[in-house]
């Protein structure tokens, strides 16, 4: 699994640190997504995934 976050994109809403905490977080200054790990075990595939779904602004790209 690869994960691809489109920063320019990204509006901020958190939802994808609610979903895969280990995976993403956000930056302080302006709450920007922030890749942890590009590439994550596969036990967090379903918080991956959960975390593209819920995604508002679509930022998140999993390719398995």
């Known amino acids: 699994m690869k994960i691809i976050v489109d ?3 990204c509006v901020a809403s958190g939802q994808c640190v609610t979903a ?3 995976v ?3 930056r ?3 709450g920007v997504v922030v890749l ?3 590439n994550p075990s596969e036990d967090l ?3 991956v995934h ?3 779904a819920v995604c508002p602004a679509l930022a998140i ?3 398995d």
Do not use: G, N, P, R
């Open 24 to 26: 993403f977080d956000q």
């Open 20 to 22: 895969a905490a280990d």
């Open 7 to 9: 920063q320019d994109k």
């Open 28 to 30: 302080d200054e302006d």
């Open 50 to 52: 959960q975390a593209a």
């Open 61 to 63: 790209v999993v390719e």
């Open 45 to 47: 595939s379903a918080d």
């Open 36 to 38: 942890l790990t590009d």
